[in-house]
Every structure is written in C-alpha cells, then in structure tokens.
C-alpha cells in the first residue's frame, strides 16, 4: 500500500497554492474608504478633541484620528458588523492643517474579537506580531495579514510613533461565506478522504494475540471511531489508542508553523 505520508505531501502543496490563489481573491476594501462602515461603527479609547475622532480615521480621508493621550494604551476599533475574512491592512499618517506637522505610526499590534469582550492579539511565531508601519505621511503602507482571521471587531494599537500617534487606514477581506482560512480546511478535507479509502488496517489473527498499528502521520483528535470492515464470526474488539498531549509536540509545531489557524 503507498505511503499515507507520500500521498499526503503532494497535496499539502497543491492545498497551499490554493491557500496563497484564495488570499489573493479575498482582499477587497472593506469599507473605511468608501464610507460603507458607518461612523457609529468606528470607536477608540480616547480623542485628541472633535477634530480627531474615530470617523475621520478613513484612508485617504482630510482628517485623522489620534489619541488623546500618546502612549501605547491607546486604541482604534472598527466594527464589521458581522464576521469577515480579513487579510490585510493598509495604513497612511497625516500632515496637520494647522501646524503642517506630520504625524504617522511606525509600527503597530492588532487584535481581534467575535463579540469585542475576548481578544485575541494576532500573533506569528507564538509572539505577538508587530507590523511595519508606516515611515512618512504621504505613502500608503500595506501589511498582509497571514493568515487571515476572521473577526467582526478589529483594534489597532500603535506601538512606535512619529510626533504623535495618527493614523488612517483601510482593512482587506471578504466575506467569510466560501473562503478558506489558511487551507486548513483543505488539508483537513484531503486527511479525511485519503484516509477515508487508503487506510484500511490489518486485525487480529486470532482471540488472544495483540496487534498494533501505527497510525503515520499521527492525527489530531477528540474523538475516534473504529469501524470493522472484516470479521470472524460477530464483530468483537478490545482497544487501546497510544499518543500523547498536543502541547510541545513536534509534529504540532511543524503543523502550526504551516498551518496556523486564525
């Protein structure tokens, strides 16, 4: 019989090239330019005054937000309304009107949240990842954000600054019906399927020996089933499944660093 492992590897290819087609597909504005989120659905923990609210933090836009205090406590939030892929951010500083001062932020957190009560700061390598901002006021800067996640509520949190933290910017995405997060759903899939009508494991020889098999490459499970495809007599078994924890596992770090799930 080939090797599960063999024909896992070259679809665990074909399923990233459908990972990286998918991310390109899935990155369209998501409303900041275009006003389609509405100005109730910006917030932020504090305002430099009415001039420099959450709403005016549109890419683009002839204002911008800023805080009213300068220091990495501070936060921008945006409201999706429902639940969307989002791949990636696109950020831009701001010249003052008044002062001509220019203001932009040079490195940046994200988090995220289904119900803006648990957050989740989106992380790469187990670390908190710290995007590249931007380095003047003119140019806009986009970071991917790999792998996407899908969130109703995003925060942006300034780490670095230049002058004062400012900023204007736009999220990219889809809509979470039909897109595949980090082919992760794919890998799954093909797991299924190959093992599904590759796998079918010898038994016993008789009532009192034991037989073991090696489930290659392992799998990660809550639940297993064994189902009987041949038999003697009645279908008659006595079980025990070896393995170990998750947590600090070779496999599930090589796994996670290709496969991280947002």
Request: glycine share 6%; aromatic share 10%.
């Amino acid at each position: 019989m080939k090797s599960l492992l063999g024909m896992i590897l070259p679809l665990l290819v074909e399923a990233s090239m459908l990972r990286m087609a998918v991310a390109t597909e899935c990155s369209s504005p998501l409303g900041m330019e275009s006003r389609s989120i509405a100005d109730n659905r910006l917030s932020a923990s504090s305002s430099y005054n009415d001039d420099w609210r959450p709403k005016s933090a549109r890419l683009n836009n002839n204002r911008s937000w800023s805080p009213d205090n300068n220091n990495r406590s501070e936060w921008l939030q945006i409201d999706l309304l429902e639940r969307k892929v989002v791949s990636g951010i696109q950020t831009q500083g701001f010249q003052s009107p008044w002062s001509l001062r220019r203001y932009y932020v040079t490195s940046f957190k994200l988090s995220y949240s289904a119900d803006a009560t648990t957050w989740s700061i989106f992380q790469e390598n187990g670390s908190d990842k710290i995007f590249v901002g931007n380095s003047n006021v003119y140019d806009v800067k986009e970071n991917d954000i790999d792998p996407p996640i899908r969130a109703r509520f995003i925060r942006l949190m300034a780490e670095t600054w230049s002058t004062y933290i400012t900023i204007r910017l736009e999220l990219l995405g889809c809509e979470i019906q039909g897109a595949i997060i980090g082919g992760v759903g794919v890998v799954i899939l093909i797991i299924v399927i190959i093992v599904s009508m590759f796998c079918i494991f010898d038994g016993n020889s008789n009532a009192n020996g034991i037989k073991e098999n090696n489930i290659d490459p392992p799998i990660r499970a809550r639940f297993i089933r064994l189902m009987a495809e041949t038999w003697r007599y009645d279908i008659t078994v006595r079980l025990e499944l070896l393995g170990c924890e998750i947590q600090g596992t070779k496999l599930w770090n090589e796994l996670r660093e290709l496969w991280t799930i947002g």
